[in-house]
């Protein structure tokens, strides 16, 4: 009997498996619904640790293009931010009624760039980009089901370019939270001198003679411009805020553009720290500033935000980032104010860029009067598009001279020599990227852009003549000098930066102070003075006030260039208090006598500690009567 159950079980399990078998040889036949489920949810099934590179086996792809992709070029899920496959499998499966009333998607510029861009995307390599990143406009574009967060990604064609989802009028006026990285820390200690109540309040009496001087020179061109205004004025915000909004009928639409400086490479970032000043950093820090300062002024106003992150040499960002706004066209146009915000290599950057998007027509300039028409039919409520620029520590005119020849520079050189050389180029006013700089800031400045400089006192790369631009003049430029509570700046050094902003704001000359005493400012390394400058809201409310809060010239004024030779600033001990000597007959006469006493006072109390400014002192004491 045991013999004879032990046969019939071993019959029923042959039975089992070659029914087993023969069902799977036997294909299953399943309609199109079933298949389209089936594709939509393959790629939730962890089936193996390929999956969690997004890969797919030989046997699972069906066509050859999909063959020819490398398991190594696919995302992983925590590089995109995305969480698990679980997670996005959930979140997919909503329908479409529960997707459109949670996100509010908007389209790139044409569905035809982003399918050939898709296509591109699939097919190259995905750049290995700083701050260990996989580039987030290539990631959307390679993941189309893949649910945007609120503050969702625009991508174009390009790589390296992040257009981020407009804020409308009803979340904008919902924000609260208007403070500042610093001010967020509690540190509101710093410095920014001159403010921007340096600047003289426009008057009844200057309105009426700025009309009288734009009637005259529009109807006699032969006229001579012998009473050019020296500096804008201050006016009331509501003036520009009408024009932009048309009377408060509509919220003004802002549009914000990051550029970001130079990053050194990976190999010196374990000696000197990751870089922090992303386009994306001053983009959220420049959203907060015109939050704070459209919230202030009781005006609804929408948002978007453009961050152009790409490494390289000047003139190649200059036309990459080119071609990338060029798809945006329609949102630069859309922007009642565009404010351009950048940060060391990324100034001049800006600056050509801007002039170059200018003269191609992709910036539609309507705030330009022709001579044909007298300002006697202008409207009061013209729409006017309003563009500022603000250059935070700048490379304008270089680093500090004879950083090339320092031991860290020629070690830096021998790893990536081009980018870093580049920079000294602006150091030479007739090399071919500062006449290209000169250029592009004459056709900004003609074409009514208002560009605020802002360099750091404490600066370890950038000189503080380079940072202000000090080899350019004219009322549309305002100069400042951001000062870092923990650099121990002594009062009488910040008071004569401040005076000598001041007297160039207004249109008078320092007779050259700041370079003379530039090189006794260079801050340590490791001192962060060249990247707190960035963290400070001060700094970004200063551009925008400039902007939307200055009167324009009745008429075109050319720039004032100014070149010096960069290799002799402080090399003559004599220079120093000669150009003192001047600064105090120019703060006489237009600050008042206040301000020499109260210079007086803080070089009695000034005790040098580093050997440069014990130097500036010693050279100054011959002056002590004077003062």
């Given at each position: 009997?045991?013999?004879?159950?032990?046969?019939?079980?071993?019959?029923?399990?042959t039975?089992?498996?070659?029914?087993?078998?023969?069902?799977?040889?036997?294909?299953?036949?399943?309609?199109?619904?079933?298949?389209?489920?089936?594709e939509?949810?393959?790629?939730?099934?962890?089936?193996?640790?390929?999956?969690?590179?997004?890969?797919?086996r030989?046997?699972e792809?069906?066509?050859?293009d999909?063959?020819q992709?490398?398991w190594?070029?696919?995302?992983?899920f925590?590089?995109?931010?995305?969480?698990?496959?679980?997670?996005?499998?959930?979140?997919?499966?909503?329908?479409d009624d529960?997707?459109?009333?949670?996100?509010?998607?908007?389209?790139?510029?044409?569905?035809?760039?982003?399918?050939?861009?898709?296509?591109?995307?699939?097919?190259?390599?995905?750049?290995?980009?700083?701050?260990?990143k996989?580039?987030?406009?290539?990631e959307?574009?390679r993941?189309?089901?893949?649910?945007?967060?609120?503050n969702?990604?625009?991508?174009?064609?390009?790589?390296?370019?992040?257009?981020f989802?407009?804020?409308?009028?009803?979340q904008?006026?919902k924000?609260?939270?208007?403070?500042?990285?610093?001010?967020?820390?509690?540190?509101n200690?710093?410095?920014?001198?001159?403010?921007?109540?340096?600047?003289?309040?426009?008057?009844?009496?200057?309105?009426i003679?700025a009309?009288?001087?734009?009637?005259?020179?529009?109807?006699?061109?032969?006229?001579?411009?012998?009473?050019?205004p020296?500096?804008?004025?201050?006016?009331?915000?509501?003036?520009?805020?009408?024009?932009?909004?048309?009377?408060?009928?509509?919220?003004?639409?802002v549009?914000?553009?990051g550029?970001?400086g130079?990053?050194?490479?990976?190999?010196?970032?374990?000696?000197?720290?990751?870089?922090?000043?992303?386009?994306?950093?001053?983009?959220?820090?420049?959203?907060?500033?015109v939050?704070?300062?459209?919230?202030?002024?009781?005006?609804?106003?929408?948002?978007?935000?453009?961050?152009?992150?790409?490494?390289?040499?000047?003139?190649?960002?200059v036309?990459?980032f080119?071609?990338?706004?060029?798809k945006?066209i329609?949102?630069?146009n859309?922007?009642?104010?565009?404010?351009?915000v950048a940060?060391?290599?990324?100034?001049?950057?800006?600056?050509?860029?801007?002039?170059?998007?200018?003269?191609?027509?992709?910036i539609?300039?309507?705030?330009?009067?022709?001579?044909?028409?007298p300002?006697?039919?202008?409207?009061?409520?013209?729409?006017k598009?309003?563009?500022?620029?603000?250059?935070?520590?700048?490379?304008?005119?270089?680093p500090?001279?004879g950083a090339?020849?320092?031991?860290?520079?020629?070690a830096?050189?021998?790893?990536?020599?081009?980018?870093?050389?580049?920079?000294?180029e602006?150091?030479?006013?007739?090399?071919?990227?500062?006449?290209?700089?000169i250029?592009?800031?004459?056709?900004?400045?003609?074409?009514?852009?208002k560009?605020a400089?802002?360099?750091?006192?404490?600066?370890?790369?950038?000189?503080?003549?380079?940072?202000?631009?000090?080899?350019?003049?004219?009322?549309?430029?305002?100069?400042?000098?951001?000062?870092?509570?923990?650099?121990?700046?002594p009062?009488?050094?910040?008071?004569?930066?401040?005076?000598?902003?001041?007297?160039?704001?207004?249109?008078?000359?320092?007779?050259?102070?700041?370079?003379?005493?530039?090189?006794?400012?260079?801050?340590?390394?490791?001192?962060?003075?060249?990247?707190?400058?960035?963290?400070?809201g001060?700094v970004?409310?200063l551009?925008?006030?400039f902007?939307?809060?200055?009167?324009?010239?009745?008429?075109?004024?050319?720039?004032?260039?100014?070149?010096y030779?960069?290799d002799?600033l402080?090399?003559?001990?004599?220079?120093?208090?000669?150009?003192?000597?001047?600064?105090l007959?120019?703060?006489?006469?237009?600050?008042?006598?206040?301000?020499?006493?109260?210079?007086?006072?803080?070089?009695?109390?000034?005790?040098?500690?580093?050997k440069?400014?014990?130097?500036?002192?010693?050279?100054?004491n011959?002056?002590?009567?004077?003062?």
């Amino acid at each position: 009997m045991s013999n004879q159950s032990s046969l019939k079980r071993a019959a029923a399990s042959t039975t089992s498996t070659s029914t087993v078998q023969k069902a799977q040889k036997e294909p299953v036949q399943t309609t199109t619904e079933d298949q389209g489920n089936e594709e939509r949810y393959a790629e939730r099934r962890p089936s193996s640790s390929w999956s969690v590179w997004n890969a797919k086996r030989e046997t699972e792809v069906g066509s050859a293009d999909q063959t020819q992709r490398s398991w190594w070029r696919k995302p992983s899920f925590a590089s995109m931010g995305l969480g698990s496959k679980e997670q996005n499998g959930n979140e997919s499966v909503q329908s479409d009624d529960q997707k459109s009333s949670t996100i509010n998607r908007t389209t790139s510029p044409s569905s035809k760039d982003n399918n050939d861009a898709t296509d591109q995307a699939s097919n190259s390599k995905t750049p290995w980009l700083f701050w260990n990143k996989k580039d987030e406009a290539k990631e959307v574009l390679r993941n189309k089901n893949s649910i945007l967060t609120s503050n969702a990604l625009l991508p174009g064609e390009s790589y390296d370019a992040i257009l981020f989802k407009a804020k409308s009028e009803e979340q904008t006026s919902k924000e609260t939270n208007t403070l500042n990285s610093n001010e967020a820390h509690g540190h509101n200690l710093n410095l920014l001198v001159p403010g921007f109540q340096s600047l003289p309040k426009s008057s009844i009496i200057t309105s009426i003679y700025a009309q009288i001087t734009k009637l005259g020179i529009l109807w006699d061109t032969n006229k001579s411009k012998d009473s050019t205004p020296n500096s804008l004025y201050r006016r009331n915000p509501q003036i520009s805020l009408n024009k932009l909004s048309e009377g408060k009928t509509k919220p003004v639409k802002v549009l914000i553009v990051g550029v970001h400086g130079f990053f050194p490479t990976k190999m010196i970032r374990p000696l000197i720290g990751e870089p922090t000043g992303t386009s994306t950093k001053f983009i959220s820090e420049a959203e907060t500033a015109v939050l704070r300062w459209f919230h202030k002024h009781d005006t609804h106003v929408e948002i978007s935000k453009i961050a152009l992150e790409k490494e390289g040499k000047v003139l190649d960002r200059v036309a990459f980032f080119f071609d990338v706004l060029k798809k945006w066209i329609n949102e630069i146009n859309k922007a009642d104010f565009v404010y351009f915000v950048a940060h060391s290599q990324g100034c001049p950057v800006t600056i050509i860029l801007l002039a170059k998007l200018i003269e191609a027509g992709i910036i539609d300039i309507d705030n330009i009067i022709t001579s044909e028409d007298p300002p006697i039919s202008i409207k009061s409520d013209d729409k006017k598009k309003i563009i500022s620029i603000l250059a935070m520590a700048g490379i304008n005119n270089g680093p500090f001279y004879g950083a090339d020849q320092t031991f860290f520079v020629k070690a830096y050189s021998a790893i990536e020599s081009d980018s870093l050389k580049e920079l000294f180029e602006f150091q030479n006013f007739y090399s071919v990227l500062s006449q290209k700089f000169i250029q592009s800031l004459r056709i900004c400045i003609a074409s009514n852009v208002k560009i605020a400089f802002v360099g750091s006192i404490n600066d370890q790369l950038v000189p503080l003549y380079s940072s202000t631009c000090q080899f350019a003049h004219h009322p549309n430029i305002f100069k400042a000098t951001f000062v870092d509570k923990d650099s121990r700046t002594p009062a009488f050094i910040t008071r004569i930066v401040s005076i000598a902003n001041h007297l160039i704001n207004l249109g008078y000359d320092d007779h050259g102070i700041i370079k003379e005493i530039s090189g006794s400012l260079a801050g340590t390394l490791t001192g962060g003075g060249h990247s707190k400058i960035y963290n400070e809201g001060q700094v970004y409310d200063l551009g925008i006030q400039f902007a939307l809060e200055t009167t324009d010239l009745p008429f075109e004024l050319p720039v004032v260039y100014k070149s010096y030779e960069v290799d002799q600033l402080g090399s003559n001990p004599y220079h120093l208090p000669w150009c003192m000597r001047g600064l105090l007959y120019e703060t006489g006469i237009h600050l008042g006598r206040e301000e020499i006493d109260a210079l007086f006072t803080e070089f009695e109390q000034w005790e040098p500690e580093t050997k440069q400014l014990k130097n500036v002192k010693y050279r100054l004491n011959g002056l002590k009567s004077k003062l």
